[in-house]
């Protein structure tokens, strides 16, 4: 008897655990991450500049590119990785109220971040025609986008 009723308050607790979590939609989301951009176009100006001076300006190249493009790519990645690794949430995350969590509500992994940050983002951006598939977080019930399909999170309200 107490093995069905602790399987059906576990399932119960879970129900309400979905019910209570309010996904982040695409608009949140996209202002957050345009938020986002501008601080790594920062950081990028500030972390290029000394670079700059010492080239006199001039480019380098590394195989298809250059020296300024791979430093700030780092940036970029890294600016997103370690923030949501150690925040759940990037500074534009966070001014609009959003976090990241895993779908099965577990601390966040470095593998999770690498496919969802990384590998997920990086199909974004080298695939430009790809950036268009962000609208599928508009119309995901859940509100993931391909990125956090990869890395099997979710975008909330962090209430």
């Known amino acids: ?4 009723y602790e399987a059906g308050h576990q399932e119960v607790t879970e129900r309400t655990e979905k019910t209570s979590i309010r996904y982040a939609g695409f608009w949140m989301r996209f202002w957050a991450y345009t938020v986002d951009l501008i601080i790594v176009f920062c950081v990028n100006g500030i972390v290029l500049m000394p670079y700059r001076l010492i ?3 001039d480019e380098f190249e590394v195989g298809f ?3 300024a ?3 700030s790519t780092i940036v970029l990645y890294a600016y997103f990785v370690v923030m949501t690794k150690y ?3 990037t500074l534009g995350k966070r001014i609009f109220g959003l976090k990241v969590i895993r779908q099965d509500r577990m601390p966040l992994r470095w593998s999770d971040l690498i496919f969802r940050e990384v590998v997920g983002r990086f199909f974004h951006r080298v ?3 790809t950036n268009l598939l962000y609208i599928v977080v508009a119309f995901n019930p859940e509100k993931q986008g391909v990125h ?3 890395g099997d999170t979710y975008v909330i309200h962090d209430a």
Do not use: A, K, R
Not at 1 to 4: G, L, R
């Open 1 to 4: 008897m107490s093995e069905v």
């Open 55 to 57: 080239t006199g300006g």
């Open 65 to 67: 590119w250059t020296v």
């Open 69 to 71: 493009v791979i430093i």
């Open 87 to 89: 925040l759940q949430q």
């Open 127 to 129: 695939l430009g025609f």
């Open 148 to 150: 956090d399909m990869i």
